[in-house]
């Protein structure tokens, strides 16, 4: 399932297509009068070839969410679907393959195993699943985040804008149909951040890759298409085309919603 | 919060992570404490036997020293004359003297022709029934045995052997062979030691087991008005006599106690050795444990560092939780080695030898000496890591926790290691320039201990290489996940190193021996091929001697041209210049020269078994100043001085059985009266030309008459030497099984500490697809390399000690080098078992690891 991010699904003149979708999803954790919602009845689609973040003050549960979109965490109710799978109720085999197959992943920190080098690490959602990577599709990705002088380093070798952009080559290589950044450039520097995150929307903008990244930057917002707000396991808002002033606004309102609850 | 209180709350909280240490260290110290608990209740037992049945003064003949000496050869025991019981009767402040005959030269056949008796090499005891006998047996059932044709049996050997009273035994002995009627049955009182035990009356045992009026002891009562020193001396005074001595009932038991607590010593300090194994392989799992706990805590430390904690008490709180750990694991440890000890006696009790647990002695020393050395390996263990961790810097907290993969081997360690390895292996060529076993000797144990810890310091850099042509042998088929595996192996040279080592000192062992033992025998049947010219050689499978009428029977067999007995003979030999010393003689036939070739470096093995010769050793020859034609004064055991001539002088290391000094039946029977005449260990036969099944068929049917004979012809006998090599091999690979098992321990820790370390990085490949199938595959894979580069290890280095051994060994007739390729298979086999079985839990616990947590920042 390594289809390009083209939208083959629908006609011009439909809706547009749905990469990832959660359809009333409840996450709770505990049980009765300790019980914490996590997620509330969230319902949201994530569109295909576009590069969506998903915002909200910490504990809004803005990473439950991205999780549960990515199979990683169970739901307690609803249904999550990657393209026309509905991965709840999916055994662990099927969502482990489904990951491997399917999703991309770039995490905050510790992203790359120490023990292999960078082109290692960038073919081993491959070499897992046992497919032989496409080395002109390889050459390009690796070409795009700028590391072909540095494949045969080991992790611990590379600077961390370095490692984070192993990470995003890992994460294209495989032409997932859905990549999940979590705070993907939460512990680099601003310029670091900043390549980072310009390789991602010129993945998206180039290659036609679909990108959810969870985020509380407002600075790392603005690079997306649409912006999703989250508040106490509910979406509260949406954005499009944001800028990061705007964006600052707007979460400068949850600041001091925040607060006063 | 105090050092102390911290390194509490570390030890619990981490509790699982040391329990595996800890049960390497209650291994071991269940080892110790069990084997000292053991060999000192079986003292115990044997003590309270000889107390028990002593009475105030024993007389005996001065020859027997005491009762485990090898008997008399001729298969009579030593005896005082039968005049002896009423001249110390008469003593002044005796109140009885009661003399007995007592015997383990005779086998007990039941009726079915098997015989009767304990399987496990203790004795069958025959004695007169007296009172003496009640101090350790209980009130007789049915009725005693009276006149020749009756015997009263123990109650063991009954209830093992099915037989009672009105049941018929057939008893031979040096006298003959004659049937007897049990009259009845008798139970242990005490302990029963094992052996079995058949009662005659007093003129039946003095004529079947001495052919003699006389005691082999005197049992004396004093009548209470005086002191057993003072009663010694008054017996000694009235018989008499340098042929008797006369113990006091405390020098008696003194006596016992100490000829048999040589023979607890040796066990005592084998098992320990063993149980040193196995805590020096406890030492790597110990310095492993905490090397990766403290790698674990880097941070903690750190931070604990930047608030203020000194080295000092950092270096501190590490060490005192590896006293916590050495204080558990050492207090299991002694109270497993108390179950260890019944479980040991329950096995000794099911072979025959009843312990009872009633007298489990445990002396305060045990739980001391298992404590303190539980205690002491354990903080040696972790000294090294408790530094480590001391030298972590504040900066420490603020970095990311290191990432173990890039931890080298030091260098200096590697040179280190290296050089010693390489001096040890030097010396154990040495082993192969020098022809003296005095230098060879030191040059083995100087080269095993230099190869051992060189090996154990120089694993870490051997890590790379040999991994790396393990994974390309083994791992190619596995595809990425035999990659991952093989970059976890080799990421931290120095945890696989010593994890590696650990099962490298038993497997090195294991290989060691075998190389010997296969050499052994392989030597050994070359030279039975080179040396042995008989068709056939008897013995008992017991290794008693042959009594008289088995010999008679097996000499008049049918269709053999000749026989040679082979007796054993010891002596009190003189030189021309005056220089004594005692020699075992071979005695055997004039025609031995055609069972047995024999080399001689001067004359011939027929001139040393002429009427009147004797042959020599070279060394002995050589020392002595002895040559051919010198004379010798020679005193036989139980004969008159004679002068004797040397005819012959045995070639160094030439004799496949027996000594180098041969002298033929026929002279030792000028100066020796025909009872004192040892008893043949072995017959050796020769058949008649192409007779060879008949007369083999015959000597079967001879030896008929005493189930414990074995007629075997060359290829028996080597088939035998095998089986013995082998059971010998096996005792002792049974007991290497402890060390292996705590090395396995070790792989199993290794693995789940790294697990545990690893969390974030399977949580990051269960993300990005790696299936749990895959990452348990990959946990195995890696434990099975780390396995397999220890039996590398273990085997090269345990070929190298083997081949030395085999060197030093070569001296004294093994010279035959056979590689044991079997073993060493057998080796790389269980080793990739042992990979598999200690990642089965690791690898589990794994695959449950919930990925959200793995992978959530911190």
Not at chain 2, 22 to 41: E, H, K, P, Q
Not at chain 2, 94 to 109: F, N
Request: overall charge negative.
């Amino acid at each position: 399932m390594t289809t390009p991010a083209v939208d083959e699904t629908n006609g011009p003149s439909g809706p547009p297509a749905v990469a990832a979708r959660a359809d009333n999803v409840t996450k709770a954790y505990g049980a009765g009068d300790t019980q914490v919602l996590a997620l509330d009845q969230v319902s949201v689609g994530i569109d295909k070839g576009a590069f969506t973040a998903i915002m909200g003050p910490s504990g809004s549960g803005k990473s439950t969410l991205m999780h549960c979109l990515a199979g990683l965490d169970s739901v307690t109710s609803g249904q999550v679907w990657i393209g026309d799978t509905e991965i709840t109720g999916l055994k662990e085999k099927h969502l482990t393959r489904l990951r491997r197959d399917n999703i991309g992943f770039i995490f905050q920190a510790f992203n790359l195993l120490p023990t292999l080098t960078a082109a290692e690490n960038i073919t081993l959602p491959m070499d897992i699943a046992g497919t032989k990577p496409d080395k002109e599709w390889l050459d390009t990705v690796v070409n795009t985040v700028g590391l072909s002088g540095r494949l045969g380093h080991r992790p611990n070798q590379l600077s961390g804008g370095q490692q984070q952009r192993v990470a995003v080559a890992r994460a294209l290589a495989s032409r997932p149909e859905i990549i999940f950044g979590d705070e993907p450039t939460g512990n680099l520097d601003s310029r670091a951040g900043a390549e980072v995150l310009q390789f991602l929307r010129r993945s998206v903008d180039d290659l036609g890759q679909t990108i959810v990244m969870v985020t509380h930057d407002p600075v790392a917002a603005a690079y997306a298409d649409r912006i999703v707000f989250l508040a106490d396991g509910r979406i509260v808002d949406e954005m499009f085309s944001p800028t990061a002033d705007k964006v600052l606004d707007r979460m400068r309102g949850f600041d001091a919603q925040g607060r006063t609850s | 919060m105090s050092v102390v209180k911290t390194s509490l709350r570390n030890f619990f909280a981490h509790k699982g992570r040391m329990i595996l240490s800890g049960m390497a260290v209650t291994l071991s110290v269940a080892f110790v404490c069990g084997t000292l608990v053991f060999t000192a209740t079986m003292q115990t037992t044997f003590d309270k036997l000889f107390s028990q049945s002593a009475s105030n003064v024993m007389v005996s003949p001065a020859t027997a020293e005491s009762s485990f000496e090898e008997g008399n050869p001729s298969g009579r025991p030593d005896s005082l004359p039968g005049s002896i019981v009423d001249d110390i009767e008469a003593v002044d402040g005796v109140e009885t003297a009661t003399g007995v005959v007592e015997s383990t030269s005779i086998v007990a056949i039941g009726p079915d022709n098997d015989t009767v008796g304990p399987t496990t090499g203790a004795p069958t005891i025959g004695i007169n029934w007296s009172d003496v006998e009640l101090r350790i047996m209980e009130e007789p059932e049915g009725a005693l045995p009276q006149g020749p044709g009756e015997v009263m049996i123990d109650g063991d050997t009954a209830s093992s052997s099915g037989l009672g009273i009105g049941d018929t035994l057939s008893i031979v002995s040096v006298t003959g062979t004659s049937d007897y009627a049990i009259t009845g049955v008798v139970d242990f009182a005490t302990t029963n030691p094992g052996a079995s035990i058949v009662y005659f009356d007093l003129a039946t045992a003095q004529e079947i087991l001495l052919g003699a009026d006389g005691f082999t002891t005197v049992y004396v009562d004093s009548d209470g008005n005086v002191s057993d020193a003072e009663l010694r001396d008054r017996v000694e005074a009235a018989v008499d006599s340098d042929d008797v001595r006369v113990l006091t009932a405390d020098e008696f038991i003194q006596e016992n106690q100490d000829a048999l607590g040589e023979v607890f010593d040796i066990i005592r300090y084998v098992l320990l050795a063993f149980a040193m194994i196995s805590l020096l392989v406890g030492v790597f799992l110990i310095v492993n444990t905490f090397t990766m706990l403290v790698a674990q805590r880097t941070r903690e430390i750190g931070l604990f560092r930047a608030i203020g904690a000194s080295r000092k008490q950092i270096n501190r709180s590490v060490l005192i939780e590896a006293l916590l750990l050495g204080v558990f694991g050492s207090v299991l440890g002694f109270l497993a080695g108390l179950g260890l000890a019944v479980g040991l006696m329950a096995l000794m009790g099911a072979i025959g030898l009843n312990i009872s647990t009633d007298d489990l002695t445990v002396s305060a020393a045990v739980p001391i000496t298992g404590i303190v050395l539980g205690i002491t390996v354990t903080l040696v263990a972790a000294y090294f890591p408790a530094r480590r961790a001391g030298k972590i810097t504040p900066m420490a907290a603020l970095q990311d926790a290191g990432i173990p993969g890039d931890v080298r081997a030091g260098r200096i360690r590697a040179a280190i290691g290296g050089l010693l390895t390489v001096v040890g292996a030097l010396l154990l060529v040495l082993t192969t320039t020098t022809d003296e076993v005095g230098p060879a000797s030191g040059y083995v144990a100087g080269g095993l201990l230099l190869t051992l810890v060189g090996m154990v310091v120089f694993a870490p850099a051997l890590v790379g290489s040999v991994v790396k042509v393990l994974s390309s042998v083994l791992l190619r088929g596995f595809g990425p996940v035999g990659r991952l595996a093989e970059r976890n192996a080799l990421r931290n040279p120095r945890r696989t190193g010593g994890t590696a080592s650990a099962l490298m000192i038993g497997l090195a062992l294991v290989t060691s021996l075998a190389v010997v033992g296969s050499s052994m025998i392989s030597s050994a049947s070359k030279q039975i091929d080179e040396a042995i010219g008989a068709d056939f050689m008897i013995q008992t499978s017991n290794w008693q001697p042959i009594p008289p009428d088995a010999a008679d029977a097996l000499r008049n067999a049918d269709h053999l041209s000749a026989t040679s007995d082979f007796m054993l003979m010891p002596a009190q030999v003189t030189t021309p210049d005056g220089e004594t010393y005692e020699q075992s003689f071979s005695v055997v036939d004039e025609s031995f020269p055609d069972m047995m070739r024999v080399e001689m470096s001067e004359g011939s093995l027929g001139e040393a078994l002429a009427p009147g010769n004797v042959s020599i050793d070279a060394g002995r020859a050589e020392r002595e100043g002895v040559e051919v034609g010198d004379e010798l004064t020679i005193t036989f055991r139980g004969g008159e001085e004679t002068t004797l001539t040397v005819g012959a002088i045995v070639a160094p290391g030439s004799e496949a059985e027996g000594s180098p000094a041969y002298t033929s039946v026929a002279t030792v029977a000028e100066s020796v009266p025909e009872d004192a005449m040892p008893l043949p260990w072995m017959i050796m036969a020769l058949a008649d030309e192409g007779m060879v099944d008949e007369a083999r068929a015959s000597l079967e049917e001879a030896a008929g008459a005493l189930p414990t004979l074995e007629v075997r012809d060359q290829a028996d006998y080597k088939k035998m030497i095998e089986e013995q090599v082998g059971q010998l091999l096996n005792m002792t690979y049974g007991l290497l099984a402890l060390a292996i098992i705590v090395a396995i321990l070790g792989v199993v820790n290794t693995l789940a500490l790294s697990v545990v370390e690893r969390t974030r990085e399977i949580g990051l490949m269960r993300a990005i697809g790696l299936s749990r199938r895959q990452l348990r595959r990959m946990i195995r894979l890696e434990s099975v390399v780390i396995a397999l580069f220890g039996a590398v290890l273990g085997v090269g280095m345990g070929l190298a000690w083997g081949l030395a051994a085999q060197q030093l060994l070569a001296m004294e007739g093994m010279d035959v080098l056979v590689l044991p390729w079997a073993t060493i298979i057998v080796v790389f086999i269980g080793a990739a078992l042992v990979g598999l079985l200690a990642a089965l839990v690791p690898a589990f616990r794994a695959g449950r690891m919930n990925i959200l947590n793995a992978i959530a920042t911190e």
